[in-house]
């Protein structure tokens, strides 16, 4: 059974920081790994997907790279923004961690 | 539409009241999924429809949970004789290719309590 860890739990940095949250996987059959963002109160925005052949992607001030044979995926955001303050998730096969709470402090 | 909505956005119910979610999923997207989110967790897989076929209910947690999907497009989650752990926030989440494919697209939720 598809297991999803992330880490850390919740992070909290100054504004202007480059910051890497953290998600590993127990199966690493995957078809994709997803990386979401998550208001409060709000649903699941999808911020990057990774398929299985590739090993990162890139939209903005944010990139996911992913290592199948490891079981690990990075979302790393750089020049962090009170804006990016949310829940960060990663899903797997249907299976998502428990996220990233991140506060970016202005 | 322009994305994945669902109704109502807040529901409360008494103790033993059925309960109807809808799913409105983004117009051509062939897969739709039901999650549950409790508070302060990742959402946790119930079901799964490709068109109007429930490919997977592995997660539905009871039998008092039905989800439907008749025309391959609306959703219904069904949650019949509520309990309080059934208080979570409902998430849609719909995909335009087969489970394996493309990205998901969520709606935003709805929010049960059940009193």
């Known amino acids: 059974k598809q297991e999803v860890t992330q880490i850390p739990a919740a992070l909290s940095v100054p504004e202007g920081e480059n910051l890497v949250l953290n998600c590993s996987f127990t199966?690493?059959?995957?078809?994709?790994l997803q990386w979401f963002r998550q208001d409060p109160g709000k649903g699941l925005t999808s911020l990057l997907l990774?398929?299985?052949?590739?090993r990162e992607q890139t939209s903005g001030r944010l990139n996911a790279s992913l290592d199948k044979s490891s079981g690990r995926s990075t979302l790393y955001i750089a020049a962090s923004q009170p804006g990016d303050s949310a829940t960060y998730l990663c899903?797997?096969?249907?299976?998502f961690g428990a996220g990233t709470i991140l506060r970016v402090k202005s | 539409g322009a994305g994945v909505s669902q109704s109502p956005r807040y529901k409360v119910a008494k103790r033993g009241q059925d309960v109807a979610l809808r799913c409105d999923p983004i117009?051509?997207?062939?897969?739709l999924f039901w999650y549950q989110q409790a508070l302060g967790q990742g959402p946790e897989f119930l079901t799964y429809?490709?068109?109007?076929?429930?490919?997977?209910k592995s997660g539905l947690p009871s039998d008092r949970f039905f989800a439907e999907r008749p025309e391959g497009s609306v959703s219904t989650l069904k949650i019949q004789r509520t309990q309080q752990e059934d208080s979570a926030v409902y998430l849609c989440?719909?995909?335009?290719?087969?489970?394996?494919?493309?990205?998901?697209?969520f709606g935003p939720g709805t929010r049960l309590t059940v009193l």
């Open positions: 199966d690493s059959a995957i078809y994709n």
């Open positions: 117009s051509g997207h062939v897969s």
């Open positions: 990774i398929q299985s052949s590739q």
């Open positions: 899903a797997v096969k249907l299976v």
């Open positions: 989440a719909s995909s335009p290719r087969g489970r394996g494919g493309l990205e998901q697209f």
């Open positions: 429809f490709q068109n109007e076929a429930q490919l997977d």
